[in-house]
């Protein structure tokens, strides 16, 4: 681009995981750059700092000027006053994420929504649910979140946290939860919960096949324990069946409650097809035979928050007065 050159109207999506932070940069409704860095231990404003560097790489890179940010985080947020309420598996605790972010990128708009709910807009605008209007999407990762779009609206909540799923209980007085609770979906069937699993058969069990993948019991991870269940790790394999069996029983429990005529699986333990099909077999095998919801895996795999946030960002540009956004995915 020649020197004094107007640079293209744009803005910024960012996706704030457990472990990775993704962020795109958007110039006329396409994705223009990319950049990815780990979320780590930092501290929420050195976290801050951090998304905010790679974002100014970004727009330098892409010749964008930069007019909106639309960030999606797993948590309570308060959208209004832009603040993270909690996290469960990030620094943030009432921390104003959008001022942090705001005013260092030259006090453009930014936009907090839960990162759940941009994945189920991101789904729903992608064709995952074909021509059915009632959508459930659930993100399992280094925590588990949901985003519901119903009758073609994006369900927030009274109180902005609708989709907790993560921290309905499924076993009363169980494991130690990252929300402080015991016996929350997301401290059996998530990523970290399933490494947690994993590290304390290891320190159990010093002779397994987990064993034989990973440097003792502080360097397990999910994958590792899905990579021995596929191996033939019995353990392993009762950890994500006993995962898999907990995921079943929270939708049987939406089917209840709101009864979605899709339910959406992403996120990255989808990523693993050992993962992914048997939990699929689990959802045929228990829930099968019956009516229910269509229980399929993301159309947009990675990058379900993204394309959702995405679209947020361009009802952002070209309404800039109302939260359309998240009321028509």
Same mark, same amino acid.
């Given at each position: 681009?020649?020197?004094?050159?107007?640079?293209?109207?744009?803005?910024?999506?960012?996706?704030?995981?457990?472990?990775?932070?993704?962020?795109?940069?958007?110039?006329?409704?396409?994705?223009?750059?990319?950049?990815?860095?780990?979320?780590?231990?930092?501290?929420?404003?050195?976290?801050?700092?951090?998304?905010?560097?790679?974002?100014?790489?970004?727009?330098?890179?892409?010749?964008?000027?930069?007019?909106?940010?639309?960030?999606?985080?797993?948590?309570?947020?308060?959208?209004?006053?832009?603040?993270?309420?909690?996290?469960?598996?990030?620094?943030?605790?009432?921390?104003?994420?959008?001022?942090?972010?705001?005013?260092?990128?030259?006090?453009?708009?930014?936009?907090?929504?839960?990162?759940?709910?941009?994945?189920?807009?991101?789904?729903?605008?992608?064709?995952?649910?074909?021509?059915?209007?009632?959508?459930?999407?659930?993100?399992?990762?280094?925590?588990?979140?949901?985003?519901?779009?119903? !009758? #073609?609206? &994006?369900?927030?909540?009274?109180?902005?946290?609708?989709?907790? %799923? $993560?921290?309905?209980?499924?076993?009363? @007085? +169980?494991?130690?939860?990252?929300?402080?609770?015991?016996?929350?979906?997301?401290?059996?069937?998530?990523?970290?919960?399933?490494?947690?699993?994993?590290?304390?058969?290891?320190?159990?069990?010093?002779?397994?096949?987990?064993?034989?993948?990973?440097?003792?019991?502080?360097?397990?991870?999910?994958?590792?324990?899905?990579?021995?269940?596929?191996?033939?790790?019995?353990?392993?394999?009762?950890?994500?069946?006993?995962?898999?069996?907990?995921?079943?029983?929270?939708?049987?429990?939406?089917?209840?409650?709101?009864?979605?005529?899709?339910?959406?699986? !992403? #996120?990255? &333990?989808?990523?693993?097809?050992?993962?992914?099909?048997?939990? %699929? $077999?689990?959802?045929?095998?228990?829930? @099968? +035979?019956?009516?229910?919801?269509?229980?399929?895996?993301?159309?947009?795999?990675?990058?379900?928050?993204?394309?959702?946030?995405?679209?947020?960002?361009?009802?952002?540009?070209?309404?800039?007065?109302?939260?359309?956004?998240?009321?028509?995915?």
């Amino acid at each position: 681009m020649a020197r004094g050159a107007p640079r293209a109207r744009g803005g910024l999506v960012v996706d704030i995981g457990g472990t990775k932070v993704a962020a795109a940069l958007v110039r006329e409704g396409e994705i223009a750059a990319r950049a990815r860095l780990d979320t780590g231990d930092r501290p929420a404003e050195v976290l801050a700092s951090d998304i905010v560097s790679a974002a100014r790489q970004l727009v330098q890179r892409a010749a964008v000027s930069l007019e909106a940010v639309v960030v999606a985080v797993p948590g309570t947020i308060d959208r209004k006053a832009g603040v993270v309420v909690n996290a469960a598996n990030l620094p943030f605790c009432n921390f104003p994420l959008s001022a942090a972010l705001s005013h260092r990128l030259g006090d453009v708009r930014v936009i907090l929504e839960d990162d759940a709910n941009c994945g189920a807009v991101g789904e729903a605008s992608a064709g995952s649910a074909g021509k059915l209007r009632d959508l459930v999407y659930i993100t399992l990762s280094t925590g588990i979140g949901m985003g519901a779009v119903m !009758g #073609g609206q &994006l369900v927030v909540g009274a109180h902005g946290s609708a989709g907790e %799923l $993560g921290h309905v209980t499924v076993a009363p @007085g +169980g494991r130690l939860c990252g929300c402080g609770r015991r016996g929350c979906l997301e401290a059996y069937a998530s990523g970290r919960a399933i490494a947690s699993l994993g590290s304390e058969l290891l320190t159990a069990k010093s002779g397994s096949l987990l064993a034989a993948s990973v440097a003792g019991a502080a360097k397990v991870t999910a994958q590792a324990v899905i990579g021995a269940a596929e191996r033939g790790d019995g353990d392993c394999l009762q950890i994500i069946d006993n995962a898999h069996s907990r995921i079943v029983d929270a939708v049987r429990m939406l089917q209840f409650v709101i009864d979605p005529e899709v339910v959406v699986l !992403g #996120g990255g &333990l989808m990523a693993s097809p050992f993962f992914n099909d048997r939990l %699929l $077999g689990a959802f045929r095998s228990q829930l @099968g +035979g019956g009516p229910g919801p269509l229980v399929r895996p993301s159309v947009c795999g990675d990058d379900s928050v993204i394309v959702g946030a995405m679209h947020i960002l361009s009802v952002a540009l070209g309404n800039r007065d109302g939260d359309e956004a998240r009321e028509r995915p």
